[in-house]
């Protein structure tokens, strides 16, 4: 973990990407899908509306902290998704997830696009509250939008899909997890959706923005924040997403938090993306965002049922 995470440059000026894109198509058909479901999930296509921008921070506070809303037309009430940018925790900005949130909310989600001050202005812990403040904002405001506070999934990417794991991991414990913030005033998370995300920190090099989510760079600050060493059994169900050839985040640490999750009896399914680096992982996510999806509408949406999958990982 060398330099930070990529995921804004990669999403930035799609218009001067035309090669790249190319490259997508060629490649959007190279991935192994494990643990997926026998049949394909039918999920449902909608319009969506973008609502004004919310502020999820009290009206004293510094930074200034709003979060997106997008929700389908339909009756609902939605399942609701949270998702959780990437940055290297050093760039907490809720619009690089628009897209996403547009596709979710096209199939019937609910989604709220938080975002959340650099870890420098507080470290981890202060991270996990300014994403605390925006479920909190949804708990308060979710019979004048809609929004099924019983039916809640996160997702992210890179450092974001590393909070989405330990927010969801420390929300479900029972006790709380130590180091760790539990808001009683939400709900247990019924999936996570990660993609590239740093899961086991005490394999990575030291750097400054890791110094300034853990305040410091200890082993035990290392191994409280990775959620590969903070798994318990009621964690949520996880769709993994990673690229084969990614040497920022290397694969290994998908691979390790699935055979965690496996370990624990814990529902997950592992989407590989074959020939793909860090950065063309998300100019050529069309796939597995089509796969995250279908899961989200199984885990999250759908009544909780067994579902036959053609083997795990």
Sequence with gaps: MQSRFLLKSAFAAPLRLG??????????????????PVQATPMPETRFRANDPVRITPADSVPVLYAYLYTPVTLGPYPSIVTIPGGGWTDGDATDMRFVAEYLAQRGFAVLAIEHRPAAQGGLEQVLADLHAGMRWMVRNARAHRLDMQRVGLLGFESGGHLAALL?????????????????????????????????LTTFDDTPALRALLQGNGEAARRMASPVHRMHAAAPPFFLFHGTRDAEVPIAQAEAMAETLTEQGVRVEFYRMELRGHTTTYLTVTGALQAAAQFLWRTVAEPETDTQTDGGP
């Design 19 to 36: 090669a790249m894109l190319v490259l997508a198509g060629l490649l959007s058909a190279c991935a192994q899908h494990l643990n997926a």
């Design 168 to 200: 969801a991991l420390a929300q479900n414990a029972q006790p709380p997890l130590s180091g760790l913030p539990r808001d009683a005033m939400l709900p247990a998370i019924r999936a996570v959706v990660a993609g590239g995300a740093p899961m086991d």
